[in-house]
């Protein structure tokens, strides 16, 4: 009986520095969806921000609808829609026109919005973010459900609002809300039954609260009547792999100083560890794998280990390498990593191992199968076209047999 299959893919802010093209940026961001496609990740969850410069993606809904007709497989997600910016309404419809456009490869990830910047542009309180986020995500999962809704809010307003198209997925688009130290994401989760978006989950604080997140889920969950499922649970991280350590950290050098700087100075996130060597803080704290598949597929094992197991392993997009070597990382995630995780050469090593231990049976059966063919030739026609040796070799005649033809 085979194991839970782990789904792979990446969570793209996108996080691109502000002295490069953002037009190629952002044709690039889409030919990574394409890579990941043809590798075979399952999942590319697509961010919006409005602010800081680094962000580049405004509108996931534009950019799915791009990279789904370049696309076969892979699912493509919100990554995420921040709620409060949105009447719900208009969000709900289009990501169900998007549901219907993906024939159901598209996914409706949630959250407050990361960039407090994006909020005040908007004259949106931050202190109201999270309150605005549970008070739209509960319309927004009855509207996708197909449910009339009304609605009076001081933000927005419903009146018996209903889409106009039947979800293409039944019951409704898949959910998933953004959670990282705090337990807001957590809760929302659990009181709807959603998904969950563990972002960061491999900095300190992140690792740390992935049980107790979700713990809170579940509790909340069973408060409302829902259940909560772990192959619905996302961890995020961030990684770069190489053939060699010494590759990985030499590829890094391009851009990894940069990221770093975005997020100590400019994000709100505080997920770059302290310490004199920030590359080296980021490796020893397990927040980055700059290493080789091995060292990715160890620290995978510690986030299954310490979470209790999960649905998908989310690698936090970056511009850490130059591109060919980005390219080169996800193929070997692709090709070593995910393997391990989805059990996809388990029958292969056994019938490897079946065929070794009966290596002797099988190649005399063999040898003895061809020894009687040469035997029955020789027998019929000489030894003229039979090499001695190879008849020899095959158990057939060691002296020659008499010409017939004499």
């Not at 076969?72 to 995420?80: F, P």
């Not at 009855?142 to 809704?149: A, I, P, Q």
């Not at 299954?304 to 060919?324: I, K, Q, R, T």
């Not at 191992?353 to 061809?370: L, R």
């Amino acid at each position: 009986m085979f194991g839970p299959r782990l789904r792979f893919g990446a969570f793209i802010a996108p996080f691109h520095p502000v002295d490069e093209n953002p037009t190629l940026a952002i044709q690039r961001d889409l030919e990574l969806v394409q890579h990941m496609d043809n590798l075979g990740f399952e999942e590319a969850w697509i961010g919006e921000h409005h602010s800081a410069g680094y962000e580049l993606i405004a509108s996931p809904e534009v950019f799915i609808a791009a990279a789904a007709e370049r696309t076969k497989h892979i699912r493509l997600g919100t990554g995420v829609s921040s709620l409060p910016y949105h009447h719900p309404m208009m969000l709900a419809d289009r990501i169900n026109q998007l549901d219907h456009m993906t024939r159901g490869r598209v996914m409706f990830g949630v959250g407050p919005g990361a960039l407090v910047s994006d909020a005040m542009m908007m004259g949106i309180p931050p202190q109201a973010q999270r309150d605005r986020m549970d008070e739209a995500l509960d319309v927004l999962v009855k509207l996708m459900r197909g449910e009339t809704v009304t609605h009076k809010s001081d933000w927005f307003e419903l009146r018996d609002a209903r889409l106009q198209m039947t979800p293409y997925s039944r019951p409704s688009v898949e959910f998933a809300v953004a959670s990282q130290v705090s337990p807001t994401g957590a809760r929302a989760a659990g009181r709807h039954g959603l998904g969950l978006l563990s972002i960061g989950a491999t900095s300190a604080a992140g690792f740390n609260a992935l049980a107790s997140n979700w713990n809170i889920a579940n509790q909340l969950a069973a408060d409302h009547g829902q259940t909560m499922d772990r192959n619905a649970w996302r961890l995020v991280g961030p990684m770069h792999i190489a053939d060699t350590r010494e590759q990985a950290m030499e590829d890094v050098k391009f851009g990894l100083e940069k990221w770093i700087y975005y997020f100590k100075e400019i994000a709100n996130l505080p997920i770059v560890p302290d310490g004199p060597d920030p590359v080296k803080a980021l490796i020893d704290s397990g927040m980055a794998v700059i290493g080789t598949p091995d060292d990715a597929a160890d620290r995978i094992q510690q986030l299954v280990e310490e979470s209790g197991g999960f649905g998908a392993f989310l690698l936090m997009d970056h511009n850490w390498a130059p591109w060919e070597a980005k390219k080169r990382s996800y193929e070997l995630i692709a090709r070593y990593v995910a393997p391990k995780f989805q059990e996809l050469n388990l029958s292969r090593k056994a019938s490897m191992d079946w065929v070794g231990s009966h290596k002797a049976e099988f190649t005399g059966q063999v040898m003895a199968a061809m020894g009687a063919r040469i035997a029955q030739h020789i027998a019929e026609k000489g030894t003229a076209d039979i090499p001695p040796e190879f008849a020899a070799m095959m158990g057939g005649a060691s002296e020659p047999a008499k010409d017939t033809a004499e």
